[in-house]
């Protein structure tokens, strides 16, 4: 099983990105939690928002309340992060991680790649 992040690119101030976090590579997957981080140059790595399944309970970081969602898609195993008004401040390498029970390897923490999220003034 594997997460695989998508969806950063560059942006102006102001604008929406959508991120996507697949889980993948077993035949039947349940997402119990997945959690969005950043992490900016010379920054530790933070929390950005996550969810828990199947609760659906949210929490998002002070800094990006009210401007960005986290939802899933459970047909899709996928877990989107819906990015608006963005501000400079919010470039960074954006990663999801979280626990994602399969058939082959049971209840388990995983890591995705990292997508880059450039916000310009």
């Known amino acids: 099983v594997q997460l695989q992040a998508s969806g950063g690119g560059l942006v102006q101030a102001g604008g929406s990105l959508r991120l996507s976090c697949i889980a993948s590579g077993s035949s039947f997957i349940v997402i119990n939690h997945i959690g969005w981080y950043r992490q900016a140059p010379g920054k530790q790595r933070e929390l950005v928002a996550d969810?828990?399944?199947?609760?659906?309970?949210?929490n998002y970081a002070d800094s990006v309340k009210g401007r960005f969602t986290i939802s899933s898609d459970s047909t899709k195993n996928t877990v989107s992060l819906q990015m608006n008004s963005l501000k400079p401040e919010d470039t960074a390498v954006y990663y999801c991680?979280?626990?994602?029970?399969?058939?082959?390897?049971?209840?388990?923490?995983?890591w995705g790649q990292g997508t880059l999220v450039t916000v310009s003034s």
């Open positions: 991680s979280g626990n994602v029970w399969s058939m082959s390897q049971g209840s388990t923490d995983y």
């Open positions: 969810l828990r399944k199947p609760s659906g309970t949210t």
